[in-house]
């Protein structure tokens, strides 16, 4: 008797909305999924229309706007990587099509349209059950942050006391239009490029923040750029505390001149049994027990993850993130990073340039309506 066919499931087709810079390392992961591919995609601007058929595997279609994307009945899942400020408006009309969607962070801009945002996430529950809405909050899946979870969860720090995130890095990149050289179309800094640091504290410490104190500023970087006669107003330093319930607490170091350096970004959690951190790029984690290491006898281990296909800009996490994201729709898994989650990310963020426009500590329930 001939052995039975293995069914292979036909593939998730993804349309991408927003082809600049990130739509484009969102096609380039996906290329890389097995049982997945990108059909379309869709963007104002005609040279990232041209840059997203030329990224592609396959001939795709493209489109000057998202809704005749959504209209074309070409996709089963949708990537919103337009710009921040666009993100509700996009996400409404994503939602009444019924298909899957992963959202790029920061979900929102600011607080009014990120609850807004949750609320129809919620809403469109009733019609749409298995629809699977996740935010791109992908710093969790890169190797080492992974593994530094991992040994959190696994108890290797005891009760985490005190997290400690470090991103000294180059100036923001330029972007078509140049829309993120303003507060008011990204959200800030600390929402724009920090919402990521924001959710691992949140997820490490396992509870929401009570309160966040920030100092920051603009002291370098494009002091001197006007567009259509507005200077940028986007920060480019900053210190953040984020309070936890029982003094557990959290701080954010944030330079974004201060590319000549070895390591990028660095993740420390502390807790009474000892001390877990993980640097990039060199993907390193440190893993220290207090009564066992003293200072200097930490072990040192280059954390990899095989199963990584695409490493793109941020190492093989938007792999992985894509990967987690096509096991949901498949119903092989949950929703790992929830609107909830991306809710929060913002929260911090705004309130802590709250803080800083106000000089004062804000408590996080004066963010929520």
Same mark, same amino acid.
């Given at each position: 008797?001939?052995?039975?066919?293995?069914?292979?499931?036909?593939?998730?087709?993804?349309?991408?909305?927003?082809?600049?810079?990130?739509?484009?390392?969102?096609?380039?992961?996906?290329?890389?999924?097995?049982?997945?591919?990108?059909?379309?995609?869709?963007?104002?601007?005609?040279?990232?229309?041209?840059?997203?058929?030329?990224?592609?595997?396959?001939?795709?279609?493209?489109?000057?706007?998202?809704?005749?994307?959504?209209?074309?009945?070409?996709?089963?899942?949708?990537?919103?990587?337009?710009?921040?400020?666009?993100?509700?408006?996009?996400?409404?009309?994503?939602?009444?099509?019924?298909?899957?969607?992963?959202?790029?962070?920061?979900?929102?801009?600011?607080?009014?349209?990120?609850?807004?945002?949750?609320?129809?996430?919620?809403?469109?529950?009733?019609?749409?059950?298995?629809?699977?809405?996740?935010?791109?909050?992908?710093?969790?899946?890169?190797?080492?942050?992974?593994?530094?979870?991992?040994?959190?969860?696994?108890?290797?720090?005891?009760?985490?006391?005190?997290?400690?995130?470090?991103?000294?890095?180059?100036?923001?990149?330029?972007?078509?239009?140049?829309?993120?050289?303003?507060?008011?179309?990204?959200?800030?800094?600390?929402?724009?490029?920090?919402?990521?640091?924001?959710?691992?504290?949140?997820?490490?410490?396992?509870?929401?923040?009570?309160?966040?104190f920030a100092s920051g500023g603009q002291n370098v970087n494009h002091l001197d750029e006007v567009y259509d006669g507005k200077t940028s107003d986007i920060l480019d330093n900053a210190y953040v505390i984020v309070d936890y319930s029982n003094g557990r607490r959290?701080?954010?170091?944030?330079?974004? /001149?201060? =590319? $000549?350096? &070895?390591?990028?970004?660095? %993740?420390? *959690?502390?807790? +009474?049994? #000892?001390?877990?951190?993980?640097?990039?790029?060199?993907?390193?984690?440190?893993?220290?027990?207090?009564?066992?290491?003293?200072?200097?006898?930490?072990?040192?281990?280059?954390?990899?993850?095989?199963?990584?296909?695409?490493?793109?800009?941020?190492?093989?996490?938007?792999?992985?993130?894509?990967?987690? /994201?096509? =096991? $949901?729709? &498949?119903?092989?898994?949950? %929703?790992? *990073?929830?609107? +909830?989650? #991306?809710?929060?990310?913002?929260?911090?963020?705004?309130?802590?340039?709250?803080?800083?426009?106000?000089?004062?500590?804000?408590?996080?329930?004066?963010?929520?309506?």
């Amino acid at each position: 008797m001939p052995e039975a066919e293995e069914f292979s499931p036909a593939p998730i087709r993804y349309g991408v909305i927003g082809t600049g810079m990130m739509g484009i390392e969102h096609i380039e992961n996906i290329n890389q999924l097995d049982g997945a591919v990108v059909t379309a995609g869709s963007d104002p601007h005609e040279p990232s229309r041209a840059a997203a058929t030329e990224a592609a595997d396959e001939d795709i279609a493209t489109f000057e706007g998202h809704q005749e994307l959504l209209d074309s009945g070409l996709c089963d899942a949708i990537v919103v990587a337009s710009p921040n400020f666009t993100h509700l408006d996009v996400m409404n009309d994503v939602l009444a099509s019924g298909l899957h969607v992963l959202l790029e962070k920061p979900m929102c801009t600011t607080m009014a349209d990120a609850e807004a945002l949750v609320a129809a996430v919620e809403a469109g529950k009733a019609d749409h059950p298995d629809r699977i809405v996740w935010v791109g909050l992908e710093y969790r899946y890169m190797p080492a942050v992974a593994a530094l979870i991992d040994g959190v969860e696994s108890g290797d720090v005891g009760t985490p006391q005190m997290v400690s995130i470090t991103e000294h890095r180059f100036p923001f990149l330029v972007k078509i239009g140049d829309w993120n050289r303003f507060s008011e179309n990204t959200g800030g800094t600390l929402v724009e490029k920090c919402c990521h640091f924001f959710d691992l504290m949140n997820m490490v410490m396992g509870e929401r923040p009570v309160q966040v104190f920030a100092s920051g500023g603009q002291n370098v970087n494009h002091l001197d750029e006007v567009y259509d006669g507005k200077t940028s107003d986007i920060l480019d330093n900053a210190y953040v505390i984020v309070d936890y319930s029982n003094g557990r607490r959290a701080m954010l170091d944030l330079c974004m /001149f201060a =590319e $000549a350096t &070895r390591e990028q970004e660095t %993740v420390s *959690v502390i807790g +009474e049994k #000892g001390k877990l951190e993980a640097m990039l790029p060199s993907g390193t984690l440190m893993r220290g027990r207090r009564g066992e290491h003293f200072i200097g006898e930490a072990e040192a281990e280059v954390v990899h993850d095989e199963s990584i296909a695409h490493e793109g800009l941020h190492h093989g996490s938007s792999y992985v993130e894509h990967v987690k /994201f096509c =096991e $949901a729709i &498949r119903g092989e898994g949950g %929703v790992e *990073v929830t609107v +909830e989650d #991306g809710l929060w990310s913002v929260a911090v963020g705004a309130a802590a340039h709250r803080s800083i426009d106000e000089g004062r500590p804000v408590q996080m329930k004066e963010m929520f309506s």
